[in-house]
């Protein structure tokens, strides 16, 4: 199974950008997924998750910015991000929790990171 995120780049502040992270493979289920981000000299935090039923959670500094959703269909989740500020600026990195059918147990994966950076 592998996780490949696109959307990354470059945007003035105000402006907006959307990523998306598509899950491959075969023999999974996804469980949650979601986006994290890592600035440098800080550690990765979390920026929003998405349950496979929907129900969705938001770092309270991205909250009314940005919003996350997923489509089963196509396992790919998307994050729109609106409003981007200079401390937005990140790698951003898709996470999936998945179950694997083939021996029924969980795994955490983690997609490649992709840069964002909004300038000011």
């Known amino acids: 199974v592998q996780l490949q995120a696109f959307g990354g780049g470059l945007v003035q502040a105000g402006g907006s950008l959307r990523l998306s992270c598509v899950a491959s493979g075969s023999a999974f289920r996804i469980n949650n997924m979601g986006w994290y981000r890592q600035a440098p000299g800080k550690q990765r935090e979390l920026v929003a998750t998405?349950?496979?039923?929907?129900?969705?959670r938001y770092a309270d500094s991205v909250k009314d910015r940005f919003t996350i959703s997923r489509d089963g269909a196509k396992n790919t989740v998307y994050l729109q991000m609106n409003n981007l500020k200079p401390e937005d600026t990140a790698v951003y990195y898709c996470n999936a929790n998945l179950l694997r059918l083939t021996d029924g147990i969980n795994y955490m994966y983690w997609g490649q990171g992709t840069q964002v950076t909004v300038s000011s």
């Open positions: 998405v349950t496979s039923s929907g129900s969705t």
